[in-house]
């Protein structure tokens, strides 16, 4: 190893991305122990933690790099090293860096901190304020490059890790019908099926409790296996579906006393239930609105990549493939992940509500194969950031479908009847093959009961192609059809449309003829 300027030619570079990071997250982190082959073999790892995860905060994410114990004969090393936030692409977003630092090797000895040196990356109210920017796709990507003090790497060396975090993000509305009804010492529980595979239901308990001089409404969490924090949003909402009052609450390492965990003491005290039910309740029902993020730790912490530079694959930034679960860094095809996805729901990042079913769903995959949901999304980050879309113009089940082809382009059980409202949100989200395929559906399922219907939607929508096919069907029929009390009906509330046919027809005729 030559020696001379160390910050010149090769280095070693540790790129570590950070995936399933929300706002409301609560966590530290230690990144898998690396090999820097170039500097001696030597051991290391990058950690960070959050001094207070808050926007008015004025502390810093603190990033550490230690070493770790090795085979090596070396006592101390003294290290040149840069630690940046960088972006998907690896532009630098912020940098600390250091100069001749002296690492020992950690034999964890009590007291002993000669192996680690920790900087302050980024004040965490900046961090709050240009969340989308430092955390983009709720992913962090830190690298940190290092050279041997004084000291010309023989070779340059990337390292790439991944560490998922194991977020679950539930969203539900919880009616609770004659509130006044309840005594103390009484509760109402709702209790909501697994996630996914291998995660817990979820229970929750509103209880009437008496609180010094006054009765309060509390609310409580049965335990939940794993679970290592939480943060909970909970909001009262109007029959318009409008929030009128909001209690927020962040708990670091959950523990659960006699299988419950408080969620809030006094969600609301009784005495302003009444005072102010008209403003509080429906009909006498106070309706409650869950926004909660479950973290169950980490998922997945690994090396995923570690080359020479001529070599090197980046696998650094953000993408479906890798983002997904330590399932998913198989030999998955893109349409086995993104069937993954959908089956399991695993790493949502914002969910799509249509009446009492809630779809957690990945913008970044909608976003793809529709422009209008991406639009959509942008619309909503801009006036609202929430993570809960409502769509009031479609029902539970054809989202189902309109999703389950988005994520895997398979349409289940497609006929006449659910062909239409498939057709209808298609065209809404500017799904063309879908489309397509639901048009293809309808023609092929034509009759003398649907044909009216058939013409109309059509002619609404102005798809040729269906309309087309109408009038050649109406014209197979022939002047019996067209004489029919059915026909005469659908021409006096559609006489231009009807008329449009009877040309299409004369039309048609007068080519035979020709």
């Given at each position: 190893?030559?020696?001379?300027?160390?910050?010149?030619?090769?280095?070693?570079?540790?790129?570590?991305?950070?995936?399933?990071?929300?706002?409301?997250?609560?966590?530290?982190?230690?990144?898998?122990?690396?090999?820097?082959?170039?500097i001696?073999?030597t051991?290391?790892?990058?950690?960070?933690?959050?001094?207070?995860?808050?926007?008015?905060?004025?502390?810093?994410?603190?990033?550490?790099?230690?070493?770790?114990?090795?085979?090596?004969?070396?006592g101390?090393?003294?290290?040149?090293?840069?630690?940046?936030?960088?972006?998907?692409?690896?532009?630098i977003?912020r940098?600390?860096?250091?100069?001749?630092?002296?690492?020992?090797?950690?034999?964890?000895?009590?007291g002993?901190?000669s192996?680690?040196?920790?900087k302050?990356?980024?004040?965490i109210?900046?961090?709050?304020?240009?969340?989308?920017k430092?955390?983009?796709?709720?992913?962090?990507?830190?690298?940190?490059?290092?050279?041997k003090?004084?000291?010309?790497?023989?070779?340059?060396?990337?390292?790439?890790?991944r560490?998922?975090?194991d977020?679950?993000?539930?969203?539900?509305?919880?009616?609770?019908?004659?509130?006044?009804?309840?005594?103390?010492?009484?509760?109402?529980?709702?209790?909501?099926?697994?996630?996914?595979?291998?995660s817990?239901?979820?229970?929750?308990?509103?209880s009437?409790?008496?609180?010094?001089?006054?009765?309060?409404f509390?609310?409580e969490m049965?335990e939940?296996?794993n679970?290592?924090?939480?943060y909970?949003?909970?909001?009262?909402?109007?029959?318009?579906?409008?929030?009128?009052?909001?209690?927020?609450?962040?708990?670091?390492?959950?523990?659960?006393?006699?299988?419950?965990?408080?969620l809030f003491?006094?969600f609301?005290?009784?005495?302003?239930?009444?005072?102010?039910?008209?403003?509080?309740?429906t009909?006498g029902s106070?309706?409650l609105?869950?926004?909660?993020?479950?973290?169950?730790?980490?998922?997945?912490?690994?090396?995923e990549?570690?080359?020479?530079?001529?070599?090197?694959?980046?696998?650094?930034?953000d993408?479906?493939?890798?983002?997904?679960?330590?399932?998913?860094?198989?030999?998955?095809?893109?349409?086995?992940?993104?069937?993954?996805?959908?089956?399991?729901?695993?790493?949502?990042?914002?969910?799509?509500?249509?009446?009492?079913?809630?779809?957690?769903?990945?913008?970044?995959i909608?976003?793809?194969?529709?422009?209008?949901?991406?639009?959509?999304f942008?619309?909503?980050?801009?006036?609202?950031?929430?993570?809960?879309v409502v769509?009031?113009?479609?029902?539970?089940?054809?989202?189902?479908?309109?999703?389950l082809?988005?994520?895997?382009?398979?349409?289940?059980?497609?006929?006449?009847?659910?062909?239409?409202?498939?057709?209808?949100?298609?065209d809404k989200?500017?799904?063309?093959?879908?489309?397509?395929?639901?048009?293809?559906?309808?023609?092929?399922?034509?009759?003398?009961?649907?044909?009216?219907?058939?013409?109309?939607?059509?002619?609404?929508?102005?798809d040729?192609?269906?309309?087309?096919?109408?009038?050649?069907?109406?014209?197979?029929?022939?002047?019996?059809?067209?004489s029919?009390?059915?026909?005469?009906?659908?021409?006096?509330?559609?006489?231009?449309?009807?008329?449009?046919?009877?040309e299409?027809?004369?039309?048609r005729?007068?080519l035979k003829?020709?």
């Open positions: 190893m030559a020696c001379g300027s160390s910050r010149v030619g090769s280095h070693f570079t540790f790129t570590w991305a950070i995936n399933n990071i929300y706002k409301e997250s609560v966590f530290s982190l230690n990144s898998p122990v690396f090999v820097a082959d170039s001696d073999k051991k290391w790892r990058l950690s960070f933690h959050m001094a207070s995860w808050n926007e008015s905060t004025s502390g810093h994410m603190i990033c550490v790099l230690q070493r770790e114990r090795d085979e090596s004969e070396l101390s090393i003294y290290i040149d090293f840069q630690i940046s936030i960088v972006d998907e692409t690896g532009v977003l940098s600390v860096r250091e100069e001749r630092c002296r690492f020992g090797m950690n034999l964890a000895y009590a002993d901190n192996f680690r040196v920790a302050n990356l980024i004040q109210k900046t961090l709050m304020e240009n969340f989308e430092y955390i983009y796709n709720n992913t962090l990507n830190i690298r940190c490059k290092m050279w003090f004084g000291c010309i790497l023989p070779r340059t060396e990337l390292c790439f890790a560490t998922i975090l977020i679950e993000k539930r969203y539900f509305v919880w009616t609770i019908e004659k509130v006044f009804y309840i005594s103390p010492g009484q509760n109402r529980t709702i209790q909501l099926p697994a996630y996914n595979k291998g817990s239901p979820l229970h929750l308990n509103l009437l409790k008496q609180n010094c001089d006054e009765e309060v509390s609310i049965y939940v296996k679970l290592k924090h939480l909970c949003e909970i909001s009262m909402i109007n029959s318009e579906g409008k929030i009128i009052d909001c209690s927020r609450n962040r708990i670091r390492n959950v523990t659960f006393v006699d299988k419950k965990c408080l003491q006094t609301i005290r009784k005495s302003k239930l009444v005072q102010d039910q008209k403003r509080l309740l009909n106070m309706i609105q869950f926004d909660l993020l479950l973290s169950f730790g980490v998922a997945f912490n690994q090396i990549n570690y080359r020479e530079e001529s070599s090197v694959i980046n696998v650094a930034a993408n479906i493939e890798t983002a997904t679960s330590s399932q998913c860094h198989s030999s998955f095809s893109s349409k086995n992940i993104l069937e993954h996805l959908w089956n399991e729901g695993t790493f949502s990042d914002i969910t799509l509500r249509a009446g009492t079913k809630s779809f957690p769903v990945h913008k970044n909608l976003s793809t194969r529709s422009i209008a949901f991406k639009s959509m942008i619309k909503n980050e801009t006036e609202n950031r929430s993570n809960v769509l009031p113009d479609i029902d539970e089940i054809t989202l189902r479908s309109l999703l082809y988005i994520y895997t382009d398979v349409v289940e059980d497609l006929n006449f009847g659910n062909a239409l409202e498939l057709y209808q949100s298609a989200y500017e799904l063309t093959d879908l489309k397509k395929i639901c048009r293809n559906c309808l023609m092929d399922n034509l009759s003398r009961s649907n044909i009216f219907k058939i013409l109309s939607f059509s002619d609404i929508y102005k040729s192609e269906m309309k087309e096919a109408a009038y050649e069907f109406i014209s197979s029929l022939g002047s019996e059809f067209t029919s009390d059915g026909w005469q009906n659908f021409k006096k509330r559609n006489l231009e449309l009807a008329m449009e046919a009877m299409y027809m004369i039309s005729k007068r003829t020709n």
